[in-house]
Nanobody
């Protein structure tokens, strides 16, 4: 079993930056593919990006490519989502998730563990 806790959300102006953190407790964090998803009001959950167990590989959804970066520190059991050049359409609740599948995946059902989410609001 693993528990995930996100932090770092808040209100930021368009063009600004935020860094979200996800703390992983329970089993060794390097056991999991880690992903970030988001859900805006009235919209379906959307894949943001994911990182491999070692941190060497990342994969991003098209809306955030070139603006968001995922990294991880397995020793500290932390996963980060650095968000730059934020846009109002990035406003959503952001969720950290952990998966035991073999390789990076963008499919939500592949992630067995989810955090409670953190709100990110980007003002225009």
């Amino acid at each position: 079993q693993v528990q995930l806790v996100e932090s770092g959300g808040g209100l930021v102006q368009a063009g600004g930056s935020l860094r979200l953190s996800c703390g992983v407790s329970g089993r060794t964090s390097s056991s999991y593919i880690m992903g970030w998803f988001r859900q805006a009001p009235g919209k379906e959950r959307e894949f943001v990006g994911a990182i491999s167990r070692s941190g060497e590989s990342t994969y991003y959804g098209d809306p955030v490519k070139g603006r968001f970066t995922i990294s991880r520190d397995n020793a500290k059991k932390l996963v980060y989502l650095q968000m730059n050049s934020l846009k109002p359409e990035d406003t959503a609740v952001y969720y950290c998730a952990a998966s035991t599948v073999y390789t990076i995946t963008s499919t939500g059902i592949d992630y067995a563990y989810w955090g409670q989410g953190t709100q990110v609001t980007v003002s225009s």
